[in-house]
């Protein structure tokens, strides 16, 4: 189980993006798909003959512009104008329920008494689904002991931990679109570790927790109300001993 401090962190991080440091004159934004963000200029306001423009992707195709006071949204193949935003005052862009093919880099130029400029590379993620927890009944394990497997699927830039207490006991991860992830677990049935399966991007994060209980249980006893014709038929080979001991077991259930 994660820390407290720890979902203190993430939900910190959920609200309306991450935005990094700048790298290279690029300022590095996080989102999650269907979230909105903002875009900010850093103005505290634009005088009347101030130009604001945003472009977008590699072609800088024109999304936004303020000119003389008018607003101009206009509508491209990439992002529709109903998505857009832009602050009167400001020229801070905002992008509505925002998605994967909205990630890029977009630019900002600011034409006033000098032309600067503003870059922000925003990357969308996917929503995470919450991890799956079975026991792997194709691996052979000891009367004491059971596999187990987290696994997610259709996932994209992510990381899938398996979790002792609060330290991360195994992780895997992969940025390729729509890619599955599987992560074994080897436990004692009668340890009493507190595992979680936890699968992360940068900016969110799903956690299931693992009942060693509930999935391991038949690794150490034959429960009694398990016992049917055809087994009873199976322990006739068996000697007395072996017998008076499997009944013993099942009682103890």
Known sequence: MLSHKCHFIWFLMCVKGVFDADRDGVKSVSVMEGDSVTLHTDLTEILGNDQILWMFGPQ???????YKQNIDIYETNEITRDRLQLERQTGSLTIRNIR?????????????????????????YTRLPIPVIIRDSSQSSSSCKCVLVCSVVNVTQVTL???????????????DL?????LPLEVEYQENNIYSCVL???????????NITQLCSDSVYIHSESVTPSLIYALVGMTAVSVLVYYIRSKRV
Do not use: D, M
């Open 178 to 182: 729509n890619s599955s992830l599987s």
């Open 100 to 124: 994967i093919t909205h990630s890029g880099l977009y630019k900002l130029q600011i034409l006033s008494k000098t032309t600067s400029y503003k870059r922000f590379n925003v990357t969308v």
């Open 60 to 66: 800088e195709t024109r999304i936004a512009e303020i």
């Open 200 to 210: 992360n991007n940068p900016i969110r994060n799903q956690t299931k927790h693992l």
């Open 161 to 175: 931990s398996w979790y002792k207490g609060n330290s991360i006991f195994s992780s895997i991860s992969v940025s």
